[in-house]
């Protein structure tokens, strides 16, 4: 791969050499060239910049420098290269308003041959630069993220790194780009340990020491969850239902509807099984916030309120599901037959099994069950006056 960088400020670039891409250039894995974009400007002072048309604050850069460098680069191009768009260099405008720089654009970057950067100062570039690069190349106009920084060159460089650590021979171990945040799996990392086992009074967790890969699998993979949930809910998809409403994760704030439909649902179990003596029926508002914190709660919204939600969390292998409920005036709907697909669905991968319990004459909760695949276990410890029922998960 070759890289290519025009600047004002080239020594900002100079911790390319330096680390992995410096590597990757010693490997022969890149070529790599930066400019000084003032070698193109013909003035005594090698000016890049000028006022904008139409007044306001700042300075633009100038586009004939950008224009003559990219001549010299890019161009012209080969009749057959111009004939094939994915032969074509791309070039990369780093700028506040471009696209935001994620794991799928590295990985899309990554598989180019050539990657101009064009790194942005003051208020921009004329946007003709842009407008001629796109008729000689790809363009990207990117992002590092919504804030602004002074000039593109940090931005360039840390896609540089997003980039070539990609590249097919570069890092040491594959496996460690395949888990890491933002990977395939679309959730953070897990966190991660290291010796000595105890620092500080600190303690490496368990489940890490106890060789039992299964469980580590699932530790880790309930850690992103909950990581991802914390910090970038944004991330986790919302499954999508029929009617273009979405089965979310639940937030600490929804505790309180929760606890209402919680009521009203479990009022309809205490009748059908004539007993008050149903855990669900006698929570609190904070122990409906615990709960938030202990297990991957699923809610559903229509027009802004609370109608449906769900619940899982790993018992070992099994997944422990429980907390379905669907508002009185949406059962019957199919609401509470997507819920449960959800929530297995959303199963961490140590599961080898799904675990729920209901009332012994909770009918309609057994048919809707049975029909998805549980089988009720008269064997298996219950509550007083409920049922378990059992599906193992398959693939
Ligand atoms: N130049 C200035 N701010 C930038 C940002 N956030 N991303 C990319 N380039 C920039």
């Given at each position: 791969m ?69 001549d ?7 009749e ?12 990369v ?41 796109r ?61 000595p ?6 303690e ?28 970038r ?5 919302p499954s999508?239902l ?19 439909l ?22 609190s ?43 009185p ?39 809707l ?27």
């Amino acid at each position: 791969m070759r890289l290519d960088y025009l600047t004002i400020f080239p020594d900002y670039l100079a911790p390319l050499r330096l680390s992995l891409p410096g590597k990757a250039v010693e490997s022969g894995l890149l070529d790599l060239h930066v400019h000084d974009l003032r070698q193109w400007t013909r003035d005594r002072h090698h000016t890049t910049d000028d006022t904008p048309y139409g007044g306001g604050a700042g300075m633009v850069m100038k586009p004939e420098p950008f224009g003559e460098a990219f001549d010299e680069l890019l161009g012209p191009v080969p009749e057959e290269v111009a004939q094939q768009p994915s032969r074509r260099a791309t070039v990369v405008f780093t700028t506040p308003s471009g696209e935001p720089m994620t794991q799928r654009l590295a990985e899309e970057l990554a598989t180019r041959e050539r990657i101009v950067f064009a790194c942005g100062r003051y208020e921009g570039i004329d946007q003709r630069v842009i407008d001629h690069a796109r008729e000689i190349a790809e363009v990207r106009e990117i992002s590092l993220g919504d804030y602004v920084l002074n000039g593109g060159e940090v931005a360039a460089l840390a896609i540089t790194e997003a980039v070539v650590r990609l590249l097919p021979g570069f890092m040491g171990n594959a496996a460690s780009i395949v888990e890491e945040s933002h990977s395939e799996s679309g959730l953070l990392e897990h966190p991660v340990y290291t010796k000595p086992r105890e620092w500080r009074g600190r303690e490496v967790p368990e489940v890490l020491l106890s060789g039992d890969h299964g469980r580590i699998a699932a530790w880790r993979h309930d850690q992103s969850v909950r990581r991802t949930a914390e910090r970038r809910p944004d991330l986790l998809a919302p499954s999508v239902l029929d009617d273009g409403g979405e089965i979310v994760r639940a937030v600490p704030a929804d505790a309180a509807e929760l606890l209402v439909l919680q009521r009203a649902c479990w009022a309809q179990e205490a009748l059908a099984n004539d007993s008050l003596a149903i855990p669900a029926l006698h929570e609190s508002y904070d122990d409906v916030r615990t709960a938030l914190a202990e297990w991957d709660t699923y809610v559903v919204r229509r027009a802004g309120r609370l109608v449906a939600a769900v619940r899982g969390r790993l018992d070992g292998t099994a997944w422990d599901i429980g907390r379905m409920m669907v508002a009185p005036d949406l059962q019957g709907t199919g609401l509470g037959r997507r819920l449960l697909a959800h929530i297995q669905a959303v199963a961490p991968a140590g599961a080898s099994s799904y675990v729920l319990f209901t009332g012994v004459r909770s009918e309609r909760n057994i048919r809707l069950y049975k029909r998805a695949g549980f089988r009720p276990r008269v064997e298996l410890p219950a509550p007083p006056g409920a049922i378990v029922l059992t599906k193992p998960r398959r693939g």
